[in-house]
């Protein structure tokens, strides 16, 4: 079985937030409620100010902190190394929220971020939060998957309606591979200028394990135990994209 | 309801499980039955998924996207795998696309206003009408002009025309109807000042294509490359390669006014002051002389060998001898041989050491490419600032070399179902025919070097000069948005007959006396040749994902039908040319005697691929001498004589490169009379000449495209106004980014909602105190305070252009947007 991981490349990323469309539309996200966000941050002064910015999805934990934490088990691991909420146990009580170091977890509030609320445009069907029209096919509350019923925690599935079911044993699920394109996660799938990979960590010759070796990859807040199966590639320095590793990952 | 039993929910749980909300609670390890059962969501039944080939339509680029559609919905887009631009790839925007098929703001149907009286605060009243009565009241407008030999006040304006099946149909409209206002374009608000830059030096009025990835260092002015620049996606592609994947990564220096992302991923950000990229430019010319780093083989050389560019010191021209370029030695001794790095210092702001720097990277680690687009040139001196940094694409030799810069190829379209030359009738063949445009684009009277002047269209038909317009259909345009001093076109649009042909609402359609809604892009069979890419010719199409969701119709079947419902033979030239599909079906027979590279043939297999192309360029200049693509030998090895050089490639009167360009100095005269002050000796060489700022105001006014711009959409598509990050973006607002020594000086506070003050006009907008701008510049992105647009754009952000004073380049008709000084104070 596979350990799904993800390398993200910040020498090569654009801070364009391709990655956070295309996931808002590939899981229905409501308007400013990413599963995948690209944080910036602002420092130093003219002629010579800093700008950088941060691409953050769910990290895919080993040690999910948000798992430990939950009372009914709704949130779990599955075999192939992915952290996902069952959403027919979740109760929303949003221990994992707060559990959970790096602000990946979502619960659909109340009050909408923008005005209009779009919950009432686009009025949901059932317990579900809403119901855009352009709605994908898939629908799978067992593992978070689709809108997001009222109620309950959502966060990033590493888009598991389209990885589970990738043939077994593929090493890496690369986009360029035309038989393997419609399995890749949405923000991987999209990113322009190739700065996501995503393949299994248990196979030593995937490609993710040959960028995490060669590039000194490392993990955001390694120090919590948590260890993400998101790997970062800091390059020279000379780029945007850089680890925010002493400032908090709450966006401003 | 739902706030309550969420609540209760979670209530019930704790009580259930005894414990409060501490974080730690968790790990108790309890099996609960959450307490309001939910319907289990199972696995939704697979519908069949069609993939259908399409083009992206929220910018220029024309990325090919593949379309998910299940059951008959839409419901993902991504980058077209088999698509040389898009390469399976997306920028933000691509995939919002969803979202604005079904924006559940778009026109149900034609509709026609009742409410006779016109404004911001007057409803439209419109009420739906059927198809053929609105096209009928257009003809009929249309025929009683013709009869009142009125036929020149009707005017089509335009914004992103794609191709033959739309906008391309609108000049023979014009030829047949008898008006020169079908269509105007509006190049003049968008970037013309770079064609204008480039039609004086090197004789192509276009903008260029680059081999990027065999460059080996970039030098951008005021061309947003990761936000803003076309074509976005590609170019976000080649920056992975070139900064990550490149054996040896591409140098890149970024020049511009606020801190952004290109600026912040570049190895070098120069932030001048507005208005000066000329200077900047000019002092890097100096240095690669002084420092021997130009071409030879391009430029030529000092016939002894021996390099005389000196600092300050004139030089005989005989003792120079240039190949492909003009007035090398005239230019130095005019202008370039005191055009010191100390001195760019004084006009830029940038250092002296960081210009030297810039220059001498740009002469040695080649191939280079200086590009430029509206930051450079949007300025009343902004074909001088264009054709400086043009200028040092020659001095290195990178016109159409590897890892240079080139000009897009046309594609190999067929011919129209018949021709219209046929159907011209007397009327139409008139002399009296011959009238100025309403924008007197071309005329000595207005701007006779611009092809297109739509910000001056609205004003002139106000002051009725040359006369005032009867009726005007706007497609993809909304000049009384984005044209600067927009109060002369929302007056316009008050006095003359308004059909807009937009698929959503908007400030023309919010005026307009008649809508007939397009579909939106997901929705129609539609061509689009490429904007210029890496100059291989390419056609792509669009095929229609799904039927249209409304009672909408094609722009291009909108006007074969007026042109069916003419009187005389114009009428019948429609019957004939029938519809969009027939005109996209002679485009496509040219693909038959040249078949595309990826087997595209006909139109069948064009609709199955979505794209037809056929790589690669056919011109490349080597160590200074020209070729073309031998096809049998797979290189390039077909010499080119000088002639073919000028006929295909220098397009100048010379045949070269010119540093001192014929095509100014044939109107030297007519430029000399409209713009008092300007050097009678230099104005046909790039020079420096101070921008006249406008507006009156103490600080600059920037007004940049954001990421999430997707031509005029993006402020009311929820997600895009969700991410508008990251400088002057700011997720509910767009805010005015302003300096904390400016913000000190006028007490404002973070967060304060400010008043933006110019002679055009005022604006407000909420403050956000930055480093990221300069100390003498406020930035605010265009494309929002929309006041008509649909019900997330209301009342949200904040309109630039009426702040910014009408004012434009006198010889390529660009719209001064960025010389705007504004006062900015707390509200």
Same mark, same amino acid.
């Given at each position: 079985?596979?350990?799904?991981?993800?390398?993200?490349?910040?020498?090569? %990323?654009?801070?364009?937030?391709? %990655?956070?469309?295309?996931?808002?539309?590939?899981?229905?996200?409501?308007?400013?409620?990413?599963?995948?966000?690209?944080?910036? $941050?602002?420092?130093?002064?003219?002629?010579?100010?800093?700008?950088?910015?941060?691409?953050?999805?769910?990290?895919?934990?080993?040690?999910?902190?948000?798992?430990?934490?939950?009372?009914?088990?709704?949130?779990?691991?599955?075999?192939?190394?992915?952290?996902?909420?069952?959403?027919?146990?979740?109760?929303?009580?949003? &221990?994992?929220?707060?559990?959970?170091? $790096?602000?990946?977890?979502? &619960?659909?509030?109340?009050?909408?971020?923008?005005?209009?609320?779009?919950?009432?445009?686009?009025?949901?069907?059932?317990?579900?939060?809403?119901?855009?029209?352009?709605?994908?096919?898939?629908?799978?509350?067992?593992?978070?998957?689709?809108?997001?019923?009222?109620?309950?925690?959502?966060?990033?599935?590493? %888009? &598991?309606?389209?990885?589970?079911?990738?043939?077994?044993?593929?090493?890496?699920?690369?986009?360029?591979?035309?038989?393997?394109?419609?399995?890749?996660?949405?923000?991987?799938?999209?990113?322009?200028?190739?700065?996501? $990979?995503?393949?299994?960590?248990?196979?030593?010759?995937?490609?993710?394990?040959?960028?995490?070796?060669?590039?000194?990859?490392?993990?955001?807040?390694?120090?919590?135990?948590?260890?993400?199966?998101? &790997? $970062?590639?800091?390059?020279?320095?000379?780029?945007?994209?850089?680890?925010?590793?002493?400032?908090?990952?709450?966006?401003? | 309801?739902?706030?309550?039993?969420?609540?209760?929910?979670?209530?019930?749980?704790?009580?259930?499980?005894?414990?409060?909300?501490?974080?730690?609670? +968790?790990?108790?390890?309890?099996?609960?039955?959450?307490?309001?059962?939910?319907?289990? /969501?199972?696995?939704?039944?697979?519908?069949?998924?069609?993939?259908?080939?399409? *083009?992206?339509?929220?910018?220029?680029?024309?990325?090919?996207?593949?379309?998910?559609?299940?059951?008959?919905?839409?419901?993902?887009?991504?980058?077209?795998?088999?698509?040389? *631009?898009?390469?399976?790839?997306?920028?933000?925007?691509?995939?919002?696309?969803?979202?604005?098929?079904?924006?559940?703001?778009?026109?149900?149907?034609?509709?026609?206003?009742?409410?006779?009286?016109?404004?911001?605060?007057?409803?439209?009243?419109?009420?739906?009408?059927?198809?053929?009565?609105?096209?009928? *009241?257009?003809?009929?407008?249309?025929?009683?002009?013709?009869?009142?030999?009125?036929?020149?006040?009707?005017?089509?304006?335009?914004?992103?025309?794609?191709?033959?099946?739309?906008?391309?149909?609108?000049?023979?409209?014009?030829?047949?109807?008898?008006?020169?206002?079908?269509?105007?374009?509006?190049?003049?608000?968008?970037?013309?000042?770079?064609?204008?830059?480039?039609?004086?030096?090197?004789?192509?009025?276009?903008?260029? !294509?680059?081999?990027?990835?065999?460059?080996?260092?970039?030098?951008?002015?005021?061309?947003?490359?990761?936000?803003?620049?076309?074509?976005?996606?590609?170019?976000?592609?080649?920056? +992975?390669? =070139?900064?990550?994947?490149?054996?040896?990564?591409?140098?890149?220096?970024?020049?511009?006014? /606020?801190?952004?992302?290109?600026?912040?991923?570049?190895?070098?950000?120069?932030?001048?002051?507005?208005?000066?990229? +000329?200077?900047?430019?000019?002092? =890097?010319?100096?240095?690669?002389?002084?420092?021997?780093?130009?071409?030879?083989?391009?430029?030529?050389?000092?016939?002894?060998?021996?390099?005389?560019?000196?600092?300050?010191?004139?030089?005989?021209?005989?003792?120079?001898?240039?190949?492909?370029? #003009?007035?090398?030695?005239?230019?130095?001794?005019?202008?370039?041989?005191?055009?010191?790095?100390?001195?760019?210092?004084?006009?830029?702001? =940038?250092?002296?050491?960081?210009?030297?720097?810039?220059?001498?990277?740009?002469?040695?680690?080649?191939?280079?490419?200086?590009?430029?687009?509206?930051?450079?040139?949007?300025?009343?001196?902004?074909?001088?600032?264009?054709?400086?940094?043009?200028?040092?694409?020659?001095?290195?030799?990178?016109?159409?070399?590897?890892?240079?810069?080139?000009?897009?190829?046309?594609? !190999?379209?067929?011919?129209?179902?018949?021709?219209?030359?046929?159907?011209?009738?007397?009327?139409?063949?008139?002399?009296?025919?011959?009238?100025?445009?309403?924008?007197?684009?071309?005329?000595?009277?207005?701007?006779?070097?611009?092809?297109?002047?739509?910000?001056?269209?609205?004003?002139? /038909?106000?002051?009725?000069?040359?006369?005032?317009?009867?009726?005007?259909?706007?497609?993809?345009?909304?000049?009384?948005?984005?044209?600067?001093?927009?109060?002369?076109?929302?007056?316009?649009?008050?006095?003359?007959?308004?059909?807009?042909?937009?698929?959503?609402?908007?400030?023309?359609?919010?005026?307009?006396?008649?809508?007939?809604?397009?579909?939106?892009?997901?929705?129609?069979?539609?061509?689009?040749?490429?904007?210029?890419?890496?100059?291989?010719?390419?056609?792509?199409?669009?095929?229609?994902?799904?039927?249209?969701?409304?009672?909408? #119709?094609?722009?291009?079947?909108?006007?074969?039908?007026?042109?069916?419902?003419?009187?005389?033979?114009?009428?019948?030239?429609?019957?004939?040319?029938?519809?969009?599909?027939?005109?996209?079906?002679?485009?496509?027979?040219?693909?038959?005697?040249?078949?595309?590279?990826?087997?595209?043939?006909?139109?069948?297999?064009?609709?199955?691929?979505?794209?037809?192309?056929?790589?690669?360029?056919?011109?490349?200049?080597?160590?200074?001498?020209?070729?073309?693509?031998?096809?049998?030998?797979?290189?390039?090895?077909?010499?080119?004589?000088?002639?073919?050089? #000028?006929?295909?490639?220098? #397009?100048?009167?010379?045949?070269?490169?010119?540093?001192?360009?014929?095509?100014?100095?044939?109107?030297?005269?007519?430029?000399?009379?409209?713009?008092?002050?300007?050097?009678?000796?230099?104005? /046909?060489?790039?020079?420096?000449?101070?921008?006249?700022?406008?507006?009156?105001?103490?600080?600059?006014?920037?007004?940049?495209?954001?990421?999430?711009?997707?031509?005029?959409?993006?402020?009311?598509?929820?997600?895009?106004?969700?991410?508008?990050?990251?400088?002057?973006?700011?997720?509910?607002?767009?805010?005015?980014?302003?300096?904390?020594?400016?913000?000190?000086?006028?007490? *404002?506070?973070?967060?304060?909602?400010?008043?933006?003050?110019?002679?055009?006009?005022?604006?407000?907008?909420?403050?956000? =105190?930055?480093?990221?701008?300069?100390?003498?510049?406020?930035?605010?992105?265009?494309?929002?305070?929309?006041?008509?647009?649909?019900?997330?754009?209301?009342?949200?952000?904040?309109?630039?252009?009426?702040?910014?004073?009408?004012?434009?380049?006198?010889?390529?008709?660009?719209?001064?947007?960025?010389?705007?000084?504004?006062?900015?104070?707390?509200?």
């Amino acid at each position: 079985m596979a350990k799904w991981g993800m390398v993200i490349d910040l020498e090569k %990323c654009t801070g364009c937030q391709a %990655c956070s469309t295309a996931c808002q539309m590939e899981n229905n996200r409501l308007p400013g409620e990413n599963y995948q966000d690209v944080l910036f $941050y602002k420092e130093g002064k003219q002629p010579n100010p800093t700008l950088s910015w941060f691409p953050r999805p769910c990290m895919h934990c080993e040690e999910p902190s948000c798992m430990h934490v939950c009372p009914t088990k709704a949130t779990f691991k599955t075999e192939d190394g992915v952290v996902l909420i069952d959403w027919n146990k979740c109760i929303g009580c949003k &221990y994992c929220m707060i559990a959970c170091p $790096y602000g990946v977890r979502f &619960y659909t509030d109340e009050k909408p971020l923008h005005e209009p609320n779009i919950k009432a445009v686009f009025k949901g069907e059932g317990d579900l939060s809403w119901n855009p029209p352009y709605k994908g096919p898939q629908q799978d509350a067992t593992h978070g998957v689709g809108i997001q019923p009222n109620g309950v925690v959502s966060k990033c599935t590493f %888009c &598991y309606h389209k990885i589970s079911k990738a043939p077994k044993g593929t090493p890496d699920l690369d986009e360029s591979n035309p038989a393997l394109v419609e399995f890749v996660p949405a923000c991987v799938r999209t990113c322009a200028p190739k700065a996501r $990979y995503f393949g299994d960590l248990d196979n030593p010759k995937s490609q993710v394990n040959q960028l995490i070796s060669a590039k000194k990859g490392v993990r955001l807040l390694d120090h919590t135990g948590n260890k993400p199966q998101v &790997y $970062y590639l800091t390059g020279s320095g000379a780029a945007g994209g850089a680890i925010p590793s002493n400032r908090s990952t709450n966006k401003a | 309801m739902e706030i309550l039993k969420t609540k209760v929910s979670r209530r019930r749980f704790l009580q259930a499980s005894g414990v409060a909300g501490a974080a730690g609670a +968790g790990y108790t390890a309890l099996s609960v039955t959450p307490a309001a059962t939910r319907e289990a /969501h199972a696995q939704a039944a697979a519908g069949s998924t069609v993939v259908n080939k399409s *083009i992206c339509g929220q910018c220029p680029a024309r990325c090919g996207i593949d379309v998910y559609t299940t059951n008959g919905k839409v419901h993902a887009i991504y980058g077209a795998t088999n698509h040389p *631009i898009a390469n399976g790839k997306g920028c933000p925007k691509m995939h919002l696309g969803t979202y604005i098929l079904y924006d559940p703001d778009r026109f149900k149907g034609p509709m026609k206003r009742t409410n006779p009286k016109k404004g911001r605060d007057e409803d439209p009243k419109f009420v739906p009408i059927k198809w053929d009565e609105a096209l009928q *009241i257009v003809a009929d407008r249309l025929n009683t002009l013709r009869e009142k030999n009125e036929s020149h006040r009707f005017a089509v304006f335009y914004g992103r025309g794609w191709g033959a099946s739309c906008a391309g149909l609108q000049g023979t409209f014009g030829k047949l109807y008898g008006s020169p206002n079908v269509a105007i374009g509006h190049a003049s608000i968008c970037a013309t000042g770079s064609q204008a830059a480039k039609s004086a030096t090197d004789g192509n009025g276009s903008y260029n !294509s680059y081999d990027y990835k065999n460059a080996n260092n970039l030098l951008m002015f005021g061309a947003n490359f990761l936000e803003a620049f076309r074509p976005y996606n590609n170019n976000l592609q080649v920056w +992975g390669y =070139i900064r990550g994947e490149k054996p040896v990564k591409t140098r890149v220096t970024y020049v511009d006014v /606020h801190m952004n992302t290109t600026a912040a991923a570049a190895d070098r950000a120069l932030l001048l002051k507005p208005g000066t990229d +000329g200077a900047l430019a000019l002092a =890097i010319a100096h240095v690669l002389l002084t420092q021997g780093l130009w071409d030879r083989n391009f430029v030529g050389n000092f016939k002894d060998g021996v390099n005389q560019f000196k600092t300050g010191e004139k030089i005989d021209p005989a003792a120079f001898n240039e190949k492909w370029t #003009k007035g090398l030695i005239e230019w130095w001794n005019l202008e370039l041989k005191d055009r010191t790095p100390k001195w760019a210092e004084g006009v830029t702001t =940038i250092p002296a050491d960081q210009i030297i720097a810039t220059a001498v990277e740009f002469g040695t680690v080649r191939p280079s490419i200086a590009l430029m687009e509206r930051g450079a040139h949007t300025h009343s001196n902004g074909v001088y600032n264009g054709m400086a940094i043009h200028s040092l694409n020659a001095l290195v030799g990178s016109l159409f070399a590897e890892g240079g810069l080139g000009y897009q190829q046309g594609q !190999s379209y067929g011919k129209m179902p018949v021709s219209a030359d046929d159907f011209m009738d007397d009327y139409a063949k008139s002399p009296d025919r011959k009238k100025p445009r309403i924008d007197l684009a071309g005329h000595d009277d207005g701007y006779a070097m611009a092809g297109t002047m739509i910000q001056e269209a609205g004003q002139n /038909h106000n002051a009725k000069k040359p006369y005032s317009l009867d009726t005007a259909m706007f497609y993809l345009t909304n000049p009384v948005m984005s044209c600067p001093d927009t109060k002369s076109w929302e007056e316009a649009l008050k006095t003359m007959y308004v059909i807009d042909t937009s698929p959503f609402p908007g400030e023309t359609a919010w005026m307009a006396d008649l809508i007939l809604p397009d579909h939106t892009y997901l929705e129609r069979l539609q061509d689009a040749p490429t904007y210029p890419f890496q100059g291989f010719p390419m056609a792509q199409l669009r095929t229609p994902a799904v039927k249209p969701v409304h009672d909408t #119709k094609y722009y291009g079947d909108v006007l074969i039908e007026i042109g069916k419902r003419i009187k005389g033979p114009m009428g019948e030239y429609y019957k004939q040319v029938k519809d969009t599909e027939n005109v996209l079906r002679h485009m496509a027979k040219g693909f038959e005697a040249d078949p595309g590279d990826n087997g595209v043939k006909d139109f069948e297999s064009w609709k199955k691929e979505g794209v037809w192309y056929k790589k690669p360029y056919a011109f490349r200049q080597i160590r200074g001498e020209f070729f073309m693509w031998d096809k049998a030998a797979k290189s390039y090895s077909i010499p080119m004589k000088p002639d073919d050089v #000028k006929k295909d490639l220098l #397009k100048t009167e010379s045949g070269k490169f010119e540093f001192t360009s014929s095509k100014l100095l044939g109107k030297k005269d007519w430029i000399l009379a409209k713009v008092p002050g300007r050097s009678a000796e230099k104005m /046909h060489i790039p020079h420096w000449e101070e921008p006249k700022y406008t507006g009156g105001g103490d600080v600059h006014f920037i007004s940049p495209k954001t990421a999430m711009h997707a031509e005029g959409r993006s402020s009311n598509l929820p997600h895009a106004i969700a991410l508008n990050q990251p400088t002057a973006g700011g997720r509910k607002h767009n805010f005015l980014e302003i300096h904390p020594s400016y913000a000190a000086k006028k007490g *404002i506070g973070d967060g304060d909602r400010v008043k933006i003050k110019s002679s055009a006009g005022e604006t407000f907008a909420v403050a956000r =105190i930055s480093e990221l701008t300069r100390p003498d510049v406020v930035v605010l992105p265009f494309g929002q305070g929309r006041w008509a647009m649909g019900r997330w754009a209301k009342d949200r952000g904040s309109h630039t252009d009426q702040v910014i004073v009408q004012q434009s380049d006198r010889i390529s008709g660009m719209a001064n947007f960025y010389s705007a000084m504004v006062t900015v104070e707390k509200a």
